[in-house]
């Protein structure tokens, strides 16, 4: 009897498997509204008014302004941004190296892997 029940169970997740990797997943602008109002109903059920006016304005700005290319834009602004700093790290890195000293040496490598890391993430950003 149990394993009748796992093979049922199993054999009603594998045919709705198909049925899950076509409903679309929001992407963009329509990502952007979705998790504003997530974050908006989260904000109701625990009476946050103050949370609710600023998620509304931000919701507001979404659909009136969002638009694919200007996600792009922001997207690009962000990568560039990361890199300028990713050189700023190298460069700190270089001094440091130059100056020989290893506690230095060491936090500028911990501060541009952590550069190089938030430029891979903002790369990897849809």
Avoid at 50 to 71: F, H, K, M, P, Y
Wanted: aromatic letters at 2%.
């Amino acid at each position: 009897m149990r394993y009748l029940r796992s093979a049922t169970l199993a054999a009603t997740i594998l045919i709705s498997l198909p049925a899950l990797a076509q409903s679309p997943v929001p992407a963009g602008c329509a990502a952007k509204r979705a998790s504003l109002e997530k974050e908006m109903d989260y904000a109701k059920a625990h009476g946050n008014s103050g949370r609710i006016a600023g998620l509304q304005t931000a919701l507001d700005a979404v659909r009136n302004n969002c638009s694919e290319a200007s996600l792009a834009a922001e997207r690009e602004e962000k990568i560039t941004e990361k890199t300028h700093a990713v050189e700023e790290k190298k460069a700190d890195l270089k001094r440091a190296q130059a100056s020989g000293s290893p506690k230095k040496i060491a936090k500028s490598k911990s501060k541009l892997a952590h550069a190089e890391a938030e430029l891979e993430e903002a790369k990897r950003a849809p």
